[in-house]
């Protein structure tokens, strides 16, 4: 019996995990060197504004009480950590298999390494990205030590300040002329929306001097920049649907046994709501002047990671370098690159909880090329429920014998699907010669201001994945 349990499991582990072929490539064949990823935030508890510490209601656009979630605003879940291990257990498979990473069971240090905005979300991601890719190992993120970090969120820091008529005229145009334009292309999603809220508060309608009875699809939409310079967002009606939207989304991810928005938002009402998400998430942040502030920096430190010319030396050294922020993070770098996706069952363009893009390099014949791929679960996938708990004792005994087994989803139904990546006009994959590549970052980064590069310190991790302290 035991001799058949082992067989079977040595079956599970070499035959289902690795596809034909083996991860050397053939003379004459190309050879990936170096991956650089960009991931977003995995499933999480909203942080929403006007919400109360207990997260009990929405009261600015609902007085329905709001579900009680497992965790404090803005952590990751149990269930949302799990999700991302699972999808980057399958990813770590793929990178073995194209020769990338190594057959230990931990790797040598720096091998693959992460670094993280320093908000709590990205923090938990980040870990959970490493314990898919080596279970048992607790490897470390960096974080940096400023608040906030200027890799992230330069506007913030003060590195770049935006010009309040210039970056509202861009977004302007963005959205056809006016935002009550973006506004109505998306009434059914809007009506959708606000038939889950309820009747609007009273008072948030007579904020817009319209009656105490609106709908969500009369309130006008509008763009707000600081006075200062150091933000940039959209109010009114949109703001309420694209916030709801993301709202409903985490708790479709939460909880697979019921929709989202008191029994409302089942998946194809949701996937109407995330149309009116990602075209707002897309006009903002692909607004050349918003992409080039917020996510300048960050493609250039990826750019200059796959290259080997950071001045943090355990950039150039690894493998596998992820970098965490978020969804406005993967948008500004798209639109930066000129790259457009398309993911399975979502709107194009769209940047599901836990997507991720890669950056590439690829040698063939001497010659070097990036190509740009993105990974992201689907909404079924996000949605569904595991066929079991995890076990880390079992996953940790199961790791060290076969380094490669999947201990957080076995049976590999939360498996990531490959998006398809393109940049118009061109036809085909997102593939560039390195030199083409490196003219693009070049001038679309043109009189950018840079956050300084950082060798961020790593923060280590008890046994129980809390933080333990830095270490540089």
């Given at each position: 019996?035991?001799?058949?349990?082992?067989?079977?499991?040595?079956?599970?582990?070499f035959?289902?995990?690795?596809p034909?072929?083996?991860?050397a490539?053939?003379s004459?064949?190309?050879?990936?060197?170096?991956?650089?990823a960009?991931?977003?935030?995995?499933?999480?508890?909203?942080?929403?504004?006007?919400?109360?510490?207990?997260?009990e209601?929405?009261?600015?656009?609902?007085?329905?009480?709001?579900?009680?979630?497992?965790?404090?605003?803005?952590?990751?879940?149990?269930?949302?950590?799990?999700?991302?291990?699972a999808?980057?257990?399958?990813?770590?498979?793929?990178?073995?298999?194209?020769?990338?990473?190594?057959?230990?069971?931990?790797?040598?240090?720096?091998?693959?390494f992460?670094?993280?905005?320093?908000?709590?979300?990205?923090q938990?991601?980040?870990?959970?990205?490493?314990?898919?890719?080596?279970?048992?190992?607790?490897?470390?993120?960096?974080?940096?030590?400023?608040?906030?970090?200027?890799?992230?969120?330069?506007?913030?820091a003060?590195?770049?300040?935006?010009?309040p008529?210039?970056v509202?005229?861009?977004?302007?145009r963005?959205?056809?002329?006016?935002?009550?334009?973006?506004r109505?292309?998306h009434?059914?999603a809007?009506?959708?929306?606000?038939?889950?809220?309820?009747?609007?508060?009273?008072?948030?309608?007579t904020?817009?001097?319209l009656p105490?009875?609106?709908?969500l699809?009369?309130?006008?939409?509008?763009?707000?920049?600081?006075?200062?310079?150091?933000?940039v967002?959209?109010?009114?009606?949109?703001?309420?649907?694209?916030?709801?939207?993301e709202?409903?989304?985490?708790e479709?991810?939460?909880?697979?046994?019921?929709p989202?928005?008191?029994?409302?938002?089942?998946?194809?009402?949701?996937?109407?709501a995330?149309?009116?998400?990602?075209t707002?998430?897309?006009?903002?942040?692909?607004?050349?002047?918003?992409?080039?502030?917020?996510?300048g920096?960050?493609?250039?430190?990826?750019?200059?990671?796959?290259?080997g010319?950071?001045t943090?030396?355990?950039?150039?050294a690894?493998s596998?370098v992820?970098?965490?922020?978020?969804?406005?993070?993967?948008?500004?770098?798209?639109?930066?690159?000129g790259?457009?996706?398309?993911?399975?069952?979502?709107?194009?363009?769209?940047?599901?909880?836990?997507?991720?893009?890669?950056?590439?390099?690829?040698?063939?014949?001497?010659l070097?090329e990036?190509?740009?791929?993105?990974?992201?679960?689907t909404l079924?996938?996000?949605?569904a429920?595991?066929?079991?708990?995890?076990?880390?004792e079992?996953?940790q005994?199961?790791?060290?014998?076969?380094?490669?087994?999947r201990?957080?989803?076995?049976?590999?139904s939360?498996?990531?699907?490959a998006?398809?990546?393109?940049?118009?006009p061109?036809?085909?994959?997102?593939?560039?010669?390195l030199?083409?590549?490196s003219?693009?970052?070049?001038?679309?980064?043109?009189?950018?201001?840079?956050?300084?590069?950082?060798?961020?310190?790593?923060?280590l991790?008890?046994?129980?994945?809390?933080?333990?302290?830095?270490?540089?």
């Amino acid at each position: 019996m035991r001799s058949t349990i082992a067989t079977c499991l040595v079956c599970i582990v070499f035959c289902g995990l690795f596809p034909s072929g083996g991860a050397a490539s053939p003379s004459g064949q190309a050879r990936l060197l170096k991956v650089v990823a960009l991931s977003h935030l995995g499933p999480h508890v909203p942080r929403i504004p006007h919400v109360s510490v207990q997260n009990e209601n929405l009261p600015r656009w609902s007085e329905k009480p709001w579900p009680r979630w497992p965790a404090p605003a803005g952590s990751l879940t149990p269930r949302g950590a799990r999700l991302i291990t699972a999808m980057w257990e399958d990813l770590r498979a793929h990178f073995f298999n194209l020769g990338l990473l190594p057959e230990e069971h931990c790797p040598s240090p720096f091998r693959v390494f992460a670094r993280a905005d320093a908000t709590l979300t990205a923090q938990d991601t980040a870990r959970a990205i490493l314990d898919g890719l080596f279970p048992a190992c607790g490897l470390p993120c960096a974080v940096s030590s400023r608040r906030p970090d200027p890799l992230f969120e330069p506007v913030r820091a003060g590195l770049d300040r935006f010009d309040p008529a210039q970056v509202a005229g861009g977004i302007m145009r963005a959205a056809g002329g006016n935002m009550d334009t973006l506004r109505d292309s998306h009434n059914a999603a809007l009506t959708r929306i606000g038939q889950a809220l309820g009747p609007l508060p009273t008072r948030y309608c007579t904020r817009f001097n319209l009656p105490p009875d609106c709908a969500l699809t009369s309130v006008p939409g509008m763009v707000s920049v600081a006075a200062d310079g150091s933000d940039v967002s959209i109010g009114g009606g949109l703001e309420a649907g694209v916030i709801a939207a993301e709202n409903f989304l985490q708790e479709y991810i939460q909880w697979p046994d019921s929709p989202a928005g008191w029994g409302r938002m089942d998946a194809p009402a949701l996937r109407e709501a995330l149309a009116l998400h990602s075209t707002v998430l897309n006009v903002v942040n692909r607004t050349p002047r918003v992409a080039q502030a917020k996510g300048g920096s960050l493609l250039a430190e990826m750019a200059a990671t796959l290259a080997g010319e950071h001045t943090d030396p355990r950039c150039n050294a690894a493998s596998l370098v992820i970098f965490v922020g978020n969804d406005n993070h993967l948008t500004n770098v798209g639109a930066l690159l000129g790259l457009f996706w398309r993911i399975s069952g979502y709107p194009d363009n769209s940047v599901p909880p836990g997507a991720v893009l890669l950056l590439e390099l690829w040698e063939q014949d001497g010659l070097r090329e990036v190509r740009a791929n993105l990974f992201a679960q689907t909404l079924e996938t996000l949605h569904a429920d595991f066929a079991s708990p995890p076990s880390a004792e079992r996953g940790q005994d199961v790791f060290r014998l076969f380094p490669f087994a999947r201990t957080a989803d076995p049976l590999r139904s939360h498996a990531p699907v490959a998006a398809a990546v393109t940049v118009p006009p061109v036809l085909g994959g997102a593939r560039f010669s390195l030199d083409d590549f490196s003219a693009r970052v070049r001038d679309s980064l043109k009189d950018a201001t840079l956050a300084p590069q950082e060798a961020a310190p790593l923060v280590l991790r008890k046994a129980s994945g809390t933080d333990a302290g830095t270490v540089r």
